[in-house]
């Protein structure tokens, strides 16, 4: 951001911007509808839509529209089986949900000119805070007090407990922020690189095709780390949930 | 020295943590690949391993960018 040219209206952070559509106040916080709120209603929107249309038939021969449905379910009732077991399958709703809002906004990101919400700390972290408050409510009311044995593992010496058990806590309490983190780098990184490329594409005059071929290439690749971050958080939470259910270290 | 530029090099320094996800991440890739190829059959079912371990290698480099951002915009 050495020039002022990369702060103006084109430069690669300007995508990232919130604007406010209507003000509102409520108890002094500020409650605006942003674009960012806009953008989540819109997928909410998009994913309630295509669900209740694919399941409006309910055929025992899938229609095309259904079958799509049916594969995004079993996609995911498949990850939670292998990861947390049956026990796990009451969580399901939870974690379809999780996962298709996180690929709902990275997908809608991808559209030109649109907004990326979990391109913004703030959202993918409510979202990794939400994930760790649930798993330790559920650990705790699923298994009381001895949830706590999760930071002892068993077979470790006594003499090492000092070390191993604040390591525990420490990669146990550092969850919501690498959740987080890792999804609004991938989302933020990917997004600025391809505007910076593409701010090539003009300098370069002549030799504009290179930076326009990789910003195509790159395109197609973004599109893959959308559907793999919201799969990898969904994945993790999967673990955590795991954790939280079955309790075996 | 001058304090803007300090704080650009620090961010760059900040984000050599990269090179540790980078290495990380090719051998996750690398290692999986020539195991695949030993063991085609039991590819599949290492899938989701897979993801996991580039997942976890990733985080630990972008702590370091993410420290870079915060030195930048923070």
Known sequence: MATGAAEGAHGPMHQFEINRLAEFEIFGIDASFTNSSLFMVIGVALIVGFLALATNGRSLVPTRLQSVAELAYEFIANMVRENVGTAGMKYFPFVFTLFSFILAMNMLGMIPYSFTVTSHIIVTFALAALVFVVVTAIGFARHGLGYLKLFVPEGVPFWLMPLIVPIELISYLIRPISLSVRLFANMMAGHTMLKVFAGFVVSLGIFGFAPLLFTIAFTGLEFVVAFLQAFIFTVLTCIYLNDAVNMHH | ?74
């Open chain 2, 1 to 74: 020295m001058d304090p803007t530029a300090a704080k650009f090099i620090g961010a760059g320094l900040a984000c050599f943590a990269l090179i540790g996800a980078g290495i990380g991440i090719g051998n996750i890739f690398g290692n999986y690949l020539s195991g695949a190829l030993r063991n085609p059959s039991a590819a599949p079912g290492q899938f989701t391993n897979l993801l996991i371990g580039f997942a976890l290698a990733e985080a630990t480099g972008l702590f370091g960018l993410l420290i870079a951002l915060i030195i930048l915009f923070g």
